[in-house]
Nanobody
Framework: QVQLVESGGGLVQAGGSLRLSCAAS????????MGWFRQAPGKEREFVAA????????YYADSVKGRFTISRDNAKNTVYLQMNSLKPEDTAVYYC???????????????WGQGTQVTVSS
């Protein structure tokens, strides 16, 4: 089992940047694929980015491709989401998730963090 804690959210102006972090507990972090998802008010949770256990494979939603970068440091049990050129439509609660298999679907992940709010002002 793994526990996840996100941090790094906040308020930023459009065009700005934020870096989210997700710290994982447990000694088997390096065996988990990791994903970032987001949920805006009144909307369903949507896929943002995912990375394989070794970091060799990454996937992005079309809406964030070229602006967001997912990475991981297995020595620190942490996955990151660097978000650049932020837009008001990126405003949401951002969640990290972990599972043994890489997926772009929320249902493909067993473990979730509590979320961190990202607000982008215009």
């Amino acid at each position: 089992q793994v526990q996840l804690v996100e941090s790094g959210g906040g308020l930023v102006q459009a065009g700005g940047s934020l870096r989210l972090s997700c710290a994982a507990s447990g000694r088997t972090f390096s065996s988990y694929a990791m994903g970032w998802f987001r949920q805006a008010p009144g909307k369903e949770r949507e896929f943002v980015a995912a990375i394989s256990w070794g970091g060799g494979k990454t996937y992005y939603a079309d809406s964030v491709k070229g602006r967001f970068t997912i990475s991981r440091d297995n020595a620190k049990n942490t996955v990151y989401l660097q978000m650049n050129s932020l837009k008001p439509e990126d405003t949401a609660v951002y969640y990290c998730a972990a599972d043994s298999a890489l997926s772009t679907r929320p249902g493909g992940y067993d473990y979730w963090g509590q979320g961190t709010q990202v607000t982008v002002s215009s």
